[in-house]
């Protein structure tokens, strides 16, 4: 045991596992992987696939409700998509609204067979938690569903295929909930990628009655969408038939675009995401945790044996000093990470690459054995 620990490669060893923290944190090393984003071949639709998004570049036009004079927002969202998987890891999303002076985006996502809405809501949810409403199974993969979300001051209701299927009154946004830039199949950061195809998009800055509702389904379902253009208080109708240009056109007064880039890009990189912002639809994904503490344990271990023989006398110094490096050796990666679109530049992920390499010093420390631990001498001061 003690001719173990009085090995000298333990140094060679540090090196070795930090290359391959490097190599797994940052593999396939993929700094501008192609947008996955389509135009489907026989109907007007866009097709999602992982890594993929479109934006529109500018925000879109304010909403009357994000006046002074209204407490609430009034709105109506039409969407008419199809999901490809049921995934139950995370949320994906299908549309945001991005505000970056809000806590949360308007989001509607997919969980499972749910669609979820998730946006900035008049009341304050508990700590870690989201303003949100779903409506499950809704998302079943292959099948197309047109939905309607509403919302005004009484609650946000949803409509599958033109008919009532859920009142949430608790759910009340704020004014300015809608008002923001428009990201289809992706959230800004880059990291909810949903998969589907969408058909078709609108959006209002008043809450339709139950019979426009119906109406509009129809309209939708026969093709005959575009006759909406001139309908009160529209913000934004996309019926994706442009297709192969390399942008889509808002057919109404306000006339956007959504553009599709060529190489996937998030609309707004994220460094070191917080942890209630870095975390499942369940709550904090603990298997990602345990294995980015035990991870680093071998640098922690390895590292603070190497100091050790090289420092034999600073037992504290040679501690402290293992756990520094661990930990710019994390941030290192992290930073790195924002440029990765296939990654997640985490703060979770950091410290709990800290907490790993602090325990595997610990761990190396009490392993040691008494002989080596009474040549030790007090630091020198």
Not at 80 to 89: I, Y
Request: charge should be negative; hydrophobic fraction near 40%.
């Amino acid at each position: 045991m003690k001719r173990l620990f009085d090995c000298r490669w333990f140094g060679w060893l540090s090196v070795v596992i930090v290359v391959g923290y490097f190599i797994v944190g940052l593999w396939p090393f993929d700094f501008q992987p192609p947008n996955r984003v389509n135009w489907l071949a026989g109907r007007p639709g866009l097709h999602f696939e992982k890594r993929g998004v479109a934006y529109d570049p500018e925000l879109l036009p304010a909403s009357g409700s994000s006046s002074a004079t209204n407490e609430f927002a009034n709105f109506t969202v039409e969407i008419w998509a199809e999901a490809d998987r049921e995934p139950d890891d995370d949320v994906y999303d299908l549309v945001t609204i991005h505000n970056d002076r809000l806590p949360c985006d308007f989001i509607l996502c997919q969980w499972q067979r749910a669609l979820i809405l998730r946006a900035t809501g008049q009341h304050r949810p508990r700590p870690h938690r989201f303003n949100e409403a779903d409506l499950e199974e809704a998302l079943p993969a292959g099948k197309p569903g047109f939905f309607t979300i509403r919302g005004d001051g009484v609650g946000t209701d949803f409509f599958t295929n033109g008919w009532p299927a859920g009142h949430f009154p608790q759910l009340v946004l704020k004014p300015e909930a809608l008002d923001g830039q428009l990201i289809l199949g992706n959230d800004s950061s880059g990291k909810h990628p949903w998969s589907g195809s969408l058909f078709g998009l609108a959006i209002y800055n008043r809450a339709l009655d139950a019979a426009e509702i119906a109406g509009h389904r129809a309209l939708w379902t026969q093709g005959h969408a575009r006759q909406m253009t001139n309908a009160p208080g529209l913000t934004a109708l996309y019926l994706f038939d442009d297709g192969g240009d390399a942008r889509a056109n808002d057919s109404s007064g306000n006339h956007h675009q959504i553009i599709i880039p060529e190489i996937f890009q998030p609309v707004h990189k994220e460094l070191l995401i917080a942890p209630w912002k870095d975390q499942s639809y369940n709550g904090p994904d603990y298997s990602d945790i345990a294995v980015n503490i035990l991870g680093f344990m071998p640098f922690g271990f390895c590292f603070f044996l190497h100091r050790r023989i090289v420092r034999p006398n600073r037992l504290t110094a040679n501690f402290v000093f293992a756990v520094f490096v661990g930990a710019a050796v994390s941030l290192t990666i992290e930073i790195i990470q924002a440029w990765l679109p296939n990654r997640v530049s985490s703060t979770t992920d950091l410290m709990t690459n800290i907490v790993g390499t602090l325990l595997g010093a610990v761990l190396a420390l009490a392993m040691q054995p008494k002989t080596m631990s009474s040549k030790s001498e007090p630091e020198t001061r």
